[in-house]
């Protein structure tokens, strides 16, 4: 008897190669206080993915960037919708904690 799994479940497909520049392009063209605070944290976060992959031989942290930041950036209109409605948002989770443990 074996003590693996018979299924494990398929790892997320892999992002489009060119899905890191397409994320800098959606980020320059958010509102201007809006891109200003995120270009620096996006080049911070796949700056420290891409040394962790040059040391791994992995590319699974730069995938999880991308993936992260697509999520980051499909979520902002619904995040400006719901705090210009005057809702109240102290139930609110943290994002880290929605996605997950980071790498």
């Known amino acids: 008897m074996s003590a693996q799994p018979e ?6 497909p892999a992002p489009a190669p060119r899905a890191a520049a397409r994320l800098l392009a959606r ?3 958010e509102r201007t206080e809006r891109a200003q605070r995120w270009l620096p944290a996006f080049e911070r ?3 420290k993915a891409l040394e962790d992959s040059r040391q791994t031989y992995d590319l699974s942290p730069l995938h999880e960037v991308v993936r ?3 999520v980051r950036l499909d979520s902002a209109p619904a995040v400006d919708a719901f705090t210009a409605g005057g809702m109240n948002d102290d139930d609110g989770i943290d994002l880290a904690e929605f996605l997950g443990p980071r790498p």
């Open 45 to 47: 976060d796949w700056a």
């Open 68 to 70: 992260t930041w697509q």
């Open 7 to 12: 299924h494990l479940p398929a790892p997320p």
């Open 27 to 29: 980020i320059r063209a």
